[in-house]
């Protein structure tokens, strides 16, 4: 059964941090590019961040740019969000995705596409982050 099964989320002060660890089962992470993703309440999804199979270039939102790191432990066939000097703003559930392709889609500015996640394949159930003092 192709799952993706998200961890790692909780109650964090202003400036703290967390890691999300994002487990596949089902297939091999590897060979696709894979997504973060978080919806605040109210808001709409939005795309966190993007990393590529092969090369594992990844790709980030303005908004974590500096702050959070995608990272794939291809042996336990995980991904990681590493996320640092958390905001306020960043509370939601946080989801990752799988898209049918290898590598994150770029626009002309190198840019990653998909942002909404309207063509990922997979879902993993989501994981709550809240950050507050």
């Known amino acids: 059964q192709v799952q993706l099964v998200e961890s790692g989320g909780g109650l964090v002060q202003p400036g703290g941090s967390l890691r999300l660890s994002c487990a596949a089962s089902g297939f091999t992470l590897d060979y696709y590019a894979i997504g973060w993703f978080r919806q605040a309440p109210g808001k709409e999804r939005e795309g966190v961040s993007c990393i590529s199979s092969s090369d594992g270039s990844t790709y980030y939102a303005d908004s974590v740019k500096g702050r959070f790191t995608f990272s794939r432990d291809n042996a336990k066939n995980t991904v990681y969000l590493q996320m640092n000097s958390l905001k306020p703003e960043d509370t939601g559930v946080y989801y990752c995705?799988?898209?049918?392709?290898?590598?994150?889609?770029?626009?002309?500015?190198?840019?990653?596409?998909?942002?909404?996640?309207?063509?990922?394949?997979?879902w993993g159930q989501g994981t709550l982050v809240t950050v507050s003092s």
């Open positions: 995705g799988r898209w049918s392709w290898a590598m994150c889609v770029l626009d002309r500015g190198g840019a990653y596409l998909d942002r909404g996640g309207r063509y990922v394949e997979v």
